[in-house]
């Protein structure tokens, strides 16, 4: 005999029980492809092959640009060992920067020099040599001020040391230039680099205005310009440029 309980378990089936019975007696539903969706799958794998792609020929172009830099740093370095002077060269211009006169200077210029004299040498690029005032002088590269307060030095744009055409040194009227106040025409003029000699005849000098670039023009003839401020013994910032031109014959 049945009781109450059991008939309602017996006559009224589970939640559970129908669920599978409907999932069992349900066909599954047609399963539908969107054609565009397959579209875009192939065009995103283009994008993405793409991509590699791109990516790859961007690190070759950047390893090819790495290799072009390496090789010119190479180019330069040895450029700059080629262009380092000799063991002679440096020794004759360090005997010339200990043997300085500065008998001459003001206490200022003899400070500013001492300050940068130690090991200047190797940056020189060659001396100048006036036998008639005594003078010897090692040449640096560069006319700033700062720059001259090592010695004189090589006006840039202007023709190199041991090249032809007009090559133009300046100097502080109260360092190693003050000695061009007592300079005269037929003077000689030595000017040693690092591979050459040169003798220079001096043919003029005259006083110009600040600005007058012109003296520092190319010259056809193998010519020297040395530039100071003047007047020598002025107090203060000297208001005109003294200029010594000289020609050359190699020796």
Not at 105 to 120: C, M, V
Request: charged share 20%; hydrophobic share 40%; glycine share 8%.
């Amino acid at each position: 005999m049945m009781d109450s309980t059991t008939v309602a378990s017996s006559a009224h089936p589970s939640h559970t029980d129908l669920t599978k019975r409907v999932d069992s007696s349900t066909p599954p539903p047609h399963e539908f492809t969107d054609p565009a969706a397959g579209e875009r799958s192939r065009w995103m794998l283009v994008a993405e092959s793409g991509c590699w792609l791109a990516g790859l020929a961007s690190l070759g172009i950047f390893l090819t640009v790495q290799m072009q830099q390496r090789a010119s740093a190479q180019d330069a370095l040895q450029a700059f060992y080629a262009q380092q002077p000799t063991a002679g060269f440096v020794e004759t211009v360090e005997s010339v920067i200990d043997a300085a006169d500065k008998s001459d200077w003001s206490p200022s210029r003899i400070e500013d020099y001492e300050t940068h004299a130690s090991g200047a040498a190797i940056a020189a690029l060659g001396v100048l040599r006036i036998p008639s005032l005594s003078l010897e002088a090692p040449v640096f590269e560069g006319a700033l001020d700062h720059e001259l307060d090592r010695g004189p030095g090589w006006i840039r744009g202007t023709a190199p040391i041991g090249s032809r055409g007009n090559l133009a040194i300046a100097g502080h009227r109260d360092g190693f230039f003050r000695a061009l106040k007592d300079i005269g025409e037929g003077d000689v003029i030595e000017v040693l680099g690092r591979d050459s000699r040169t003798r220079y005849t001096v043919t003029d000098t005259w006083v110009v205005a600040p600005d007058a670039v012109q003296v520092l023009a190319p010259t056809d003839e193998n010519s020297l310009t040395l530039v100071t401020c003047y007047p020598f013994y002025f107090v203060g910032h000297a208001p005109e440029r003294f200029i010594v031109r000289a020609v050359a014959d190699t020796i």
